[in-house]
């Protein structure tokens, strides 16, 4: 569904800063007519591109937060029908660098980008049902699976990489810089205020106010808020209650018992009755852990088409792909 032109102006203007979002429940891919389950799968595989790129690039993990944050709130303001999340992914880690002056050169994102590309693009076979329901599946049954891990990796040898100055290389670059002035124009070039929006920098605080000794529960505390970059929590919640549902979790798994009277404890971080936030914080981060997950699965290591009607630059049916299964 694409906005007419005064929404268009809208948009170009828009130098608000929104944020948070009151719901995910009304999400432009949602009034798309993309289902949530869709919209999570793709949300996920998003977010496990930039994780990826952010490991082998080495940035620092307040730039993986950052790109993760500028992701969900692009698919807040357009559709998954209007914009690949593989040009959005690259944008997003680039603008991401700049934001927290910890840039990479372009040419680096793009090769590291197309290195994923490669590999993920060989579970493309491994499909239990049709494109509409596991397409790119990461784990099938094993009578589905047309070779072996080894044998895939056997066949990546020989799928030749990205020429610097060839039009691949040319085609990736083009898409990534075309999405990078969308955001920007999408999100009201505002990003200065995200890197201080991260429930990473309530941690140590929230710990030490709690008298919380032992070190691994603000490791742990720490890592969730990682996993909780891979949806879009940060634009639904306040980093304040993603932090402390991360420390709840972690105090959990320690057994370590946390003040309850005369009030809950995280009312004294978040406020009254936000009971119910944190438990939804809590099951949203649990389930992206859930190995068993198909979805989870498949977004971290298969190759997940995107829903765009005539296809984005590397889908299967593209001129790219083919040059590179040939």
């Known amino acids: 569904m694409m906005p007419d032109t005064k929404d268009n102006e809208k948009f170009v203007v828009d130098k608000t800063v929104q944020s948070i979002l009151s719901s995910s429940s009304s999400t ?15 949300r996920l595989h998003g977010a496990s591109i930039l994780h990826d790129a952010s490991v082998l ?3 620092g993990p307040s730039t993986f937060a950052t790109s993760c944050a500028i992701f969900h709130r692009v698919y807040h303001r357009i559709s998954l029908r209007q914009h690949d999340v593989w040009s959005i992914a690259m944008a997003c880690l680039l603008l991401g660098g700049k934001v927290e002056e910890d840039p990479r050169p372009i040419r680096s994102i793009v090769l590291t980008f197309h290195h994923i590309y490669r590999r993920r693009r060989l579970r493309i076979h491994d499909v239990v049902g049709g494109r509409d329901a596991f397409y790119g599946a990461a784990h099938a049954e094993a009578e589905n699976v047309m070779c072996t891990d080894e044998e895939k990796e056997n066949l990546l040898r020989h799928v030749p990489s990205m020429s610097h100055g ?3 290389y040319a085609e990736w670059k083009n898409a990534m810089e075309e999405k990078e002035s969308s955001i920007l124009r999408l999100l009201g070039f505002t990003l200065f205020w995200i890197p201080e929006s991260h429930p990473h920098r309530f941690i140590l605080y929230f710990v030490r106010v709690l008298e919380i000794e032992d070190p691994l529960v603000a490791q742990e505390a720490w890592n969730y808020c990682n996993d909780s970059c891979h949806l879009d929590l940060c ?8 932090a402390s549902a991360a420390i709840l979790m ?3 798994n320690h057994n370590i018992p946390l003040p309850f009277r005369p009030r809950p404890w995280w009312e004294v971080f978040i406020g009254p009755d936000r009971g119910h936030d944190l438990s939804a914080v809590c099951n949203a981060v649990l389930a992206v852990g859930d190995v068993d997950d198909v979805d989870v699965s498949r977004s971290k290591y298969a190759f997940v088409p995107s829903l765009l ?14 040059v590179l299964k040939d």
Not at 31 to 36: A, E, K, T
């Open 57 to 59: 690039l080495r940035v």
């Open 309 to 322: 009607e005539d296809g984005s630059f590397n889908d299967p049916e593209s001129y790219l792909w083919s």
């Open 250 to 252: 972690a105090c959990i």
């Open 28 to 42: 432009p891919s949602s009034i798309d007519s993309i289902p949530p389950q869709i919209e999570r799968l793709h």
């Open 166 to 168: 060839g039009a691949i």
């Open 235 to 242: 634009v639904r919640f306040d980093p304040e209650v993603i």
